[in-house]
């Protein structure tokens, strides 16, 4: 990281690299758990993963949901000055925010205050857009608020990292 700091000029190829890198990560991850959901799960005995019929939908939420996580990621990552700080902070804010989201409990059966809050948390944006594919077959113009807000997030949060990484490189 100190050489990569020492190279002169801009931060946003180091930083875009490394976005793109755990985007792909990210993508990964959601297709093995998926992979799971359809293959692993009736072999145990379990139901079957329902995709819905928007397939597109689901390529797009996938997308916009591991674009929103790894932006995240990477504030956290730049921001810290040490791993330690980073995988303390950033494992209990993931905690809140999936609290905060509905990822625990279902949002209509939180406190009216927690309701209010949840629109707010990206887990919640990310896990109604998978809701409205899965259990409503919703079209993707259904999803887009959401996607749009997941892809703001990410672009805020990379351009965030950016700065940051920037404003601590050696000139």
């Not at 946003?12 to 992979?35: A, D, H, R, T």
């Not at 799971?36 to 390529?59: A, E, H």
Request: hydrophobic residues 55%; proline residues 5%; contains cysteine.
């Amino acid at each position: 990281m100190l050489r990569l700091r020492l190279i002169s000029g801009s931060q946003f190829p180091v930083i875009s690299g490394k976005f793109i890198f755990y985007l792909f990560v990210c993508l990964l991850q959601l297709v093995s758990m998926i992979g799971v959901g359809l293959y692993v799960m009736p072999l145990i005995g379990l139901s079957k993963l329902v995709l819905g019929t928007n397939g597109l939908g689901v390529v797009l939420t996938g997308l916009a949901v591991s674009m929103a996580a790894t932006g995240y990621g990477l504030l956290i990552a730049v921001y810290f000055r040490t791993p330690q700080q980073a995988l303390s902070f950033g494992s209990i804010s993931v905690v809140i925010l999936a609290a905060l989201g509905g990822v625990w409990v279902p949002t209509f059966a939180m406190p009216q205050i927690m309701q209010s809050v949840s629109p707010y948390s990206p887990l919640n944006w990310g896990l109604e857009a998978f809701n409205d594919l899965f259990l409503r077959n919703a079209s993707t113009s259904v999803i887009f608020p959401d996607l749009v807000k997941l892809i703001c997030f990410s672009l805020v949060t990379l351009a965030a990292s950016v700065l940051i990484h920037k404003s601590r490189t050696v000139s």
